[in-house]
């Protein structure tokens, strides 16, 4: 083609080809900027979103540390479970709202029933007291004598019979309480009436694959609510196949709310062993969350409720891990991403020797539990209880420490109904959660009686060696109020060890009598200095105080008493008899041997007798007293040692005279050791010159209004050089602390020293006479 053929491109074209051109830089401008738009100032938000969409995180639990005792045996462990568990927030608000009203109006009805029942027993009480008191008096004086003449033996006889009668009297009025409040019961939860359609349709969804029917799956729901509003409820927590467990992930959606996780459970190999000092382990509460100690932890996580889970939960706490899970599009698992591993917590190691622990609990399930009929508190009319302590007196280390009755753990935490926990561990079982041994305040009986011969002795009141005067009782004030030994047995005139021996009421009503005159409540101030209406430091939570009463006590009591009075609109809340009364003669007598509105636990007698020990060839004119102490170490979980808990220095109590302590103790040996002594046959055959026993019996009246059941104690301290010890007991309806308190101590002494059952038999003699406690 020649140049000529060449045309020029005419206005039209070259406007349509500038047209074209603008709108395509147009269009991949749009696009360009909407690139830029996503890449550079929506990127991170879809890099989340994608991570999100691609990856779950999973919880993995981390299991809390062992807790072993002083030789490293182990005392709570773990134990793995696969859990499939509801989430709390899972759980409709008008299933919550349900469960909760029920869970109140089931409580406020248990509660009338048993106190329906109580005034049941109380009926008949007062209707036997009335048949007591028509008799003549000729025949309350054959009574009297008929009972001063009864040997332990025939004593515990007795108060086993009434014991049996007590337990008619209780399961009578229960039945009796709840057919009469019979219209008055809740109706239970239903599943089928009750529950929201959501929740109903999730729980028969998961029904067949659990293998447990709906209806059983909602009452676990309702108990787990009705205890932990907030928390997550265990639907199963056994016997979960690796199938289940796959199943349920790899189908979340079709289940909202349903999680399954490797939990780890804690595990009690010697069962309902020391089960109140442990405590227990549950679901973080709202309230706790907001804790700054839990700073960090998260809703469904277990940390310890109580006990010694609780006081030292910081380093049993183990670290939870977690693990990022791959997942599809429908939110199926496909591979793990990454895992952070899970960290157990410390391990806590105590001064309990395991030996001694067995012994003194079996020896209680001697003489109260299955074996003696599972004996009932004729003053309260539930299960009989007690407790046992054991303190090597050097340092304050607890060696053993239990309260019966007594529940397994392994039973009653988990998937049991709201019913069933309460049927186990309420008042009609005998409270058996409850730590007897920090937090059962009692009337110890003659055990105070070192108390009161180290007042008498500062004030001069007494010396070792005076006599104090004999007679089965005395009389004071202008009544002639009579204070009598037990049985009104006249022991005869000693001086101060003689009274401990033979444990003379008498000797010490006529010192307290005389105290009470003294300037700045010599008693009282003595008894302080004991340890007792304090703490003693343990470290366990909820440890009771006790009392030491005096007149600012009464006059507070009587305070307490009107404002009751007044804030319910009632005639008398039965705080005290006489709103205007002091504290009178009859009240610092009555003191003087551990009576009286006097109140001490277990531990504090311990710690008491604690305080007499001095170590074999250095005595001391003074008292040391230890502050008594659970956790020895922290260590790794493999038994590396991370940190020692030093014990606390004892605390010195200066007695003005040398010889003082020594009487005492002189007479406390006398009690186990010769033939009047008040606990001299349960230690026959003893090796007294090996590990003398320095001992003393009590026995507490512990009345209501129509009666008066013994309370039984005893507390020893033999101060061997390698392994000294002191132990208390006590036993609820016990009768003489001789008949029970005794042998159980005495076993216990028995383990600790390795002596032989046949020459030492830790036994009351049939033969033995009254005048012991």
């Known amino acids: 083609m020649s140049s000529l053929d060449r045309r020029t491109p005419t206005p039209q074209l070259a406007l349509r080809v500038a047209a074209f051109g603008i709108i395509a830089f147009g269009v991949f401008a749009i696009l360009f900027l909407r690139l830029w738009f996503l890449q550079i100032l929506q990127g991170d938000q879809y890099l989340t979103e994608a991570a999100s969409n691609g990856a779950r995180v999973v919880r993995v639990a981390a299991p809390r540390g062992n807790i072993v005792d002083r030789n490293r045996k182990p005392l709570v462990e773990n134990e793995v479970a696969t859990v499939v568990t509801l989430q709390a927030d899972a759980i409709p608000a008008e299933d919550r709202s349900a469960i909760a009203n029920w869970g109140q109006e089931q409580g406020q009805y248990d509660v009338s029933v048993t106190r329906l029942a109580d005034q049941l027993v109380k009926q008949r009480q007062d209707?036997?007291?009335?048949?007591?008191?028509?008799?003549?008096?000729?025949?309350?004086?054959?009574?009297?004598?008929?009972?001063?003449r009864e040997t332990p033996t025939q004593s515990k006889a007795r108060q086993e019979r009434e014991s049996r009668r007590a337990k008619r009297y209780a399961d009578a009025a229960d039945?009796?309480?709840?057919?009469?409040?019979?219209?008055?019961?809740?109706?239970?939860?239903?599943?089928?009436?009750?529950?929201?359609?959501?929740?109903?349709?999730?729980?028969?969804?998961?029904?067949?694959?659990?293998?447990?029917?709906?209806?059983?799956?909602?009452?676990?729901?309702?108990?787990?609510?009705?205890?932990?509003?907030?928390?997550?409820?265990?639907?199963?927590?056994?016997?979960?196949?690796?199938?289940?467990?796959?199943?349920?992930?790899?189908?979340?959606?079709?289940?909202?709310?349903?999680?399954?996780?490797?939990?780890?459970?804690?595990?009690?190999?010697?069962?309902?062993?020391?089960?109140?000092?442990?405590?227990?382990?549950?679901?973080?509460?709202?309230?706790?969350?907001?804790?700054?100690?839990?700073?960090?932890?998260?809703?469904?996580?277990?940390?310890?409720?109580?006990?010694?889970?609780?006081?030292?939960?910081?380093?049993?706490?183990?670290?939870?891990?977690?693990?990022?899970?791959?997942?599809?599009?429908?939110?199926?698992?496909?591979?793990?991403?990454?895992?952070?591993?899970?960290?157990?917590?410390?391990?806590?190691?105590?001064?309990?020797?395991?030996?001694?622990?067995?012994?003194?609990?079996?020896?209680?399930?001697?003489?109260?539990?299955?074996?003696?009929?599972?004996?009932?508190?004729?003053?309260?009319?539930?299960?009989?209880?007690?407790?046992?302590?054991?303190?090597?007196?050097?340092?304050?280390?607890?060696?053993?420490m239990?309260?019966?009755?007594?529940?397994?753990?392994?039973?009653?935490?988990?998937?049991?109904?709201?019913?069933?926990?309460?049927?186990?561990?309420?008042?009609?079982?005998?409270v058996p959660l409850l730590n007897r041994a920090i937090q059962g305040q009692y009337a110890i009986g003659s055990t105070f009686k070192p108390v009161t011969a180290l007042a008498g002795l500062s004030t001069g009141v007494i010396t070792p060696q005076k006599v104090g005067p004999g007679g089965a009782c005395i009389k004071v004030g202008r009544l002639d109020q009579e204070f009598c030994n037990s049985g009104k047995e006249d022991l005869g005139s000693s001086d101060l060890e003689g009274a401990l021996q033979v444990s003379s009421d008498v000797y010490f009503y006529t010192v307290g009598a005389a105290l009470y005159s003294k300037p700045n409540k010599p008693l009282q101030t003595w008894a302080g200095l004991f340890g007792y209406g304090k703490d003693t430091g343990i470290d366990l939570p909820g440890e009771a105080s006790g009392v030491i009463p005096d007149s600012a006590w009464r006059k507070k009591r009587n305070e307490e008493e009107l404002a009751c009075r007044k804030q319910r609109g009632v005639a008398n809340c039965g705080t005290v008899g006489d709103v205007n009364g002091g504290f009178l003669l009859g009240d610092n007598i009555n003191l003087s041997v551990g009576q009286g509105d006097f109140l001490a636990t277990p531990l504090q007698v311990a710690t008491a007798y604690a305080g007499l020990y001095d170590e074999p060839g250095k005595p001391t004119q003074d008292l040391h007293f230890p502050t008594p102490q659970l956790g020895m170490q922290i260590q790794k979980a493999d038994g590396e040692l991370r940190q020692k808990f030093d014990t606390k220095g004892r605390r010195t109590v200066q007695v003005g005279d040398p010889t003082w302590k020594q009487h005492i103790l002189n007479g406390l040996h006398k009690v186990t050791s010769t033939p009047t002594g008040t606990a001299a046959n349960v230690f026959t055959g003893w090796d007294q010159s090996r590990f003398?026993?320095?001992?003393?019996?009590?026995?507490?009246?512990?009345?209501?209004?129509?009666?008066?059941?013994d309370q039984a104690w005893f507390a020893a301290m033999v101060p061997d050089a390698e392994r000294p010890i002191v132990v208390v007991a006590t036993v609820e309806n016990g009768g003489f602390g001789t008949t029970t308190a005794a042998p159980i101590v005495c076993r216990m002494l028995r383990t600790w020293y390795a002596q032989d059952k046949r020459t030492a038999p830790c036994e009351p003699l049939k033969s033995e006479t009254n005048g012991t406690e």
């Open 692 to 709: 003398p026993v320095y001992g003393k019996t009590g026995t507490a009246q512990r009345c209501n209004d129509s009666l008066c059941p």
């Open 127 to 148: 209707a036997d007291a009335t048949v007591a008191a028509r008799r003549t008096s000729a025949q309350k004086r054959r009574l009297t004598r008929r009972i001063a």
């Open 175 to 400: 039945r009796e309480a709840t057919s009469r409040l019979k219209d008055r019961e809740p109706k239970p939860l239903r599943i089928s009436r009750d529950a929201s359609p959501i929740l109903r349709s999730l729980l028969e969804r998961m029904s067949p694959l659990l293998g447990v029917s709906s209806r059983t799956l909602y009452d676990r729901v309702v108990a787990s609510t009705v205890k932990l509003p907030y928390g997550g409820v265990a639907l199963k927590s056994r016997k979960v196949s690796p199938g289940l467990r796959n199943f349920l992930l790899e189908r979340q959606a079709e289940f909202p709310g349903i999680t399954v996780t490797k939990e780890y459970l804690r595990r009690y190999p010697y069962g309902g062993l020391a089960s109140q000092i442990f405590g227990n382990v549950g679901q973080i509460s709202q309230d706790q969350l907001k804790e700054a100690k839990y700073r960090g932890l998260k809703a469904g996580q277990l940390i310890g409720q109580n006990g010694l889970e609780y006081e030292y939960n910081s380093f049993l706490q183990g670290r939870d891990g977690q693990q990022m899970v791959e997942v599809d599009a429908q939110g199926r698992p496909t591979g793990k991403v990454s895992e952070q591993q899970a960290t157990q917590g410390n391990r806590l190691q105590l001064s309990i020797d395991l030996g001694l622990e067995k012994t003194g609990q079996f020896a209680m399930s001697k003489f109260i539990g299955p074996k003696s009929g599972d004996a009932i508190d004729t003053k309260t009319n539930y299960r009989a209880g007690g407790s046992y302590v054991a303190m090597d007196p050097r340092n304050g280390e607890i060696l053993a």
């Open 402 to 430: 239990g309260s019966y009755p007594t529940v397994d753990l392994n039973t009653i935490y988990g998937t049991i109904s709201t019913k069933r926990y309460r049927r186990m561990v309420g008042k009609r079982a005998g």
